[in-house]
């Protein structure tokens, strides 16, 4: 596994707590392209074929079709911001916080509708007897679709989702996430690295723990964010005072 670190023991950017940029591209980034390109291409020809010819059946697969656009477009987000050197924190009553990306949630909650009003589309389509000959078999998978995002439609209506962050205070790093929380002290720690597989997050370790940040979900870049986790781990004395 591939990984970058400014607290290697011999890295020549160690005395400055640098850590390289990740590769604009590679050829696992092509290829994850090229496989999600041809994976919207074909479920969207198949939606658009087997529901010609009936107005619900469009619908459908204008609906299918934006929920797999909006799924490529955090794709296409994530693998522009490998290089970002935006640093956004702000600094409130629970520590220094690095808040979510905005466009990332707003992104996920329009797939969701989407993907989750498809099947919906698509049975009104059925049970009228206008769709094409053979979409029983894509009406049973968007059946199934719909009871796996069922729950998930029913908690994001309750109000059990919310925004990500991550938070730094004196003793703690706290990653909130959109349903779960994870915190660990900051004397756990003496390694910081960039990963880039299977996905690009930040990870924090030490002899017993490991710490691991998306960085894609947060309104930080790869290299800032893991200079300012290395700098506090290394500083105590810059980290901000407990409340």
Known sequence: MRSRSGTDPGD????Q???SP???ITWPLIRTHLLALLVL?????????????SYAGRVSAVLACLALLQGYALLVIATVRRRSTAFEAVTT???IVIRGLRTVAVLLVAM?????????????????????????GMFAMSLIVELILIPVVAMLLLGRFRMNRLVLTGSAVTYVGYRHTRTAEWADFDRVEIR????????????????SVPFGLLAAGPVPLAEHLDDLIRSPKNRPLDA
């Not at 020549?12 to 005395?15: D, E, G, L, Y």
């Not at 880039?196 to 710490?211: H, N, Q």
Request: with cysteine; glycine share 16%.
């Open 17 to 19: 707590g640098k850590f």
């Open 112 to 136: 969701l509708i989407c993907a989750a009003g498809f099947p919906i589309a698509f049975a009104i389509g059925v049970f009228r007897d206008d769709m094409a000959p053979g979409s029983s």
């Open 22 to 24: 990740l590769p604009a």
């Open 196 to 211: 880039e597989k299977p996905r690009v997050e930040i990870v924090l370790s030490g002899r017993a723990e490991e710490f």
């Open 12 to 15: 020549p950017s160690q005395a």
């Open 41 to 53: 291409g074909l479920a969207g020809f198949g939606f658009l074929v087997g529901t010609s010819g």
């Open 93 to 95: 009553e629970e520590g």
